[in-house]
Every structure is written in structure tokens, then in C-alpha cells.
């Protein structure tokens, strides 16, 4: 099978979120294409393909490095193994937490995997840490700030932000909506986390983690990544 072919058919899966054994025959056999995924998956394909989106996004549109969000969401696991956990908000049923790192414009930087009974604070400095490319470092004339939620308001949290180089910006969900209304001209920042999780979910597979292992998950999760900031690419080509 081609590669081209085969990238086609993990796409619509993606897309759909179906199974792989229920893959349309003319878009090839779905056991050709799941190994060929799982080939690229252990030689970092889809994490270079994150990376080489953001690199062509960044010179064309730039990457907004002053405003970064980082914020959490949680899906169902019914088969997921390792970085799986009880579900608080779903009676205690087996979940996945994603925690997420974007830009000012809501272009995924960063992605973490973990059990969904992981607090987000928990998981914030490995996701800022994890960043798929090099991340200029800030400066006076060009500071980056973090905005998080209030689940991060933590003396701690507040350190490990410093230490990075980061201005950190804590606020309770609808504050900047508030804010917002009293202030002419003032742009909310953190919720642009929240609504690249909601792209993310537009593509079927992650609206339930089927795969047992976390790595054909994550690959999924980098394939979608990649796939919004290529259609962002588009507007700009």
C-alpha cells in the first residue's frame, strides 16, 4: 500500500471514529493500514508531522508565544490500560485526561496523557515542558505570559511558572468573561485552551479513547493536532 493511501485512511478514521476492522474496503485493508500506523507511530511520525505543521504555521502566520493557555479535558476509556483512571466526573468510570499547551490563537504547542483522576495541576509541568518545538526564550520587550484556571492556584504552580520564564495569569472560570464586559477593548486569553479542545473533539476517535495503548492514542491525538494546524495553514497559504 502507499504511503499517501495509508495516510488517507488513518485521517478517516480519525475523522469518523470508527473501527479499524470496519474500515471501507476500497480505502484499503484495515489491517495493512493499523500496522502501517502503528509502524509510524514507534518511528515518531506523527509527532514530526506535529512538529513540521508548526514550524510552516510559524512562518507563516507566527506562533503567538506572549499569551499561552494550558487547561485539561477529560473523554471516556472503556479499554484504555496504562494513563487510564476513575472518571469524578463520569461515577467514577475508566477515563483519559488530556492536558493541553496552545498559543494565544489556540494552536496546540503541547500534549500531555494521563489517567483521568490526575488533578490538571498535576500534569502542567510536564505539558509547558513538552513542547514540541523550541520555544524562544522571553525577554523584557517580548514577555510570555501562562493564563490557567483556578484549579492551578498554587503557591507552588506559581514557582515552577517563574522558573520557566512565564508571567503567570490565574483566574476562576468566567472571570475574563466578566472582565471582559467592563472592559472596552479587552481580549479574553484563557479560553482559547477550552475551545481547541472542542476542535480536537470534532474528530470522532478522541470523543472516546478506544486504544488500549497509550502511545496508538497520543499518536491519534498528535495526528489531529497536526491535521487543524495544516487547515489553519490553508487560510494563510
Request: charged content about 25%.
Amino acid at each position: 500500500m502507499e504511503d499517501r493511501q495509508a495516510f488517507e485512511a488513518m485521517v478517516y478514521v480519525l475523522r469518523t471514529g470508527l473501527q479499524w476492522n470496519a474500515l471501507p474496503r476500497e480505502l484499503g485493508a484495515s489491517s495493512t493500514v493499523h500496522d502501517r500506523f502503528q509502524e509510524w507511530e514507534q518511528k515518531g511520525f506523527f509527532t514530526a508531522l506535529w512538529q513540521a505543521g508548526l514550524e510552516e504555521y510559524d512562518e507563516l502566520a507566527g506562533i503567538e508565544w506572549e499569551w499561552q493557555s494550558v487547561d485539561g479535558a477529560m473523554t471516556k476509556a472503556p479499554f484504555g490500560h496504562a494513563t487510564t483512571g476513575a472518571n469524578p466526573t463520569d461515577r467514577g468510570k475508566q477515563g483519559t485526561k488530556r492536558s493541553l499547551l496552545t498559543d494565544g490563537a489556540g494552536i496546540p504547542l503541547a500534549l500531555v496523557v494521563e489517567g483521568a483522576h490526575r488533578h490538571d495541576v498535576k500534569l502542567l509541568v510536564a505539558t509547558v515542558d513538552g513542547i514540541v518545538i523550541a520555544r524562544p526564550e522571553p525577554t523584557d520587550e517580548q514577555p510570555q505570559h501562562l493564563c490557567l484556571d483556578a484549579a492551578y492556584d498554587a503557591d507552588w504552580v506559581r514557582d515552577e511558572v517563574h522558573l520557566r520564564g512565564y508571567q503567570d495569569h490565574i483566574r476562576r472560570r468566567g472571570a475574563e468573561k466578566t472582565e471582559q464586559t467592563r472592559t472596552p477593548g479587552y481580549r479574553a486569553r484563557r479560553w482559547v485552551v477550552e475551545r481547541t479542545h472542542s476542535w480536537l473533539n470534532r474528530s470522532r476517535r478522541l470523543l472516546v479513547r478506544w486504544e488500549k495503548k497509550t502511545e496508538n492514542y497520543l499518536a491519534f491525538l498528535q495526528l489531529a493536532c497536526a491535521q487543524l494546524i495544516f487547515s489553519k495553514i490553508l487560510v494563510f497559504g
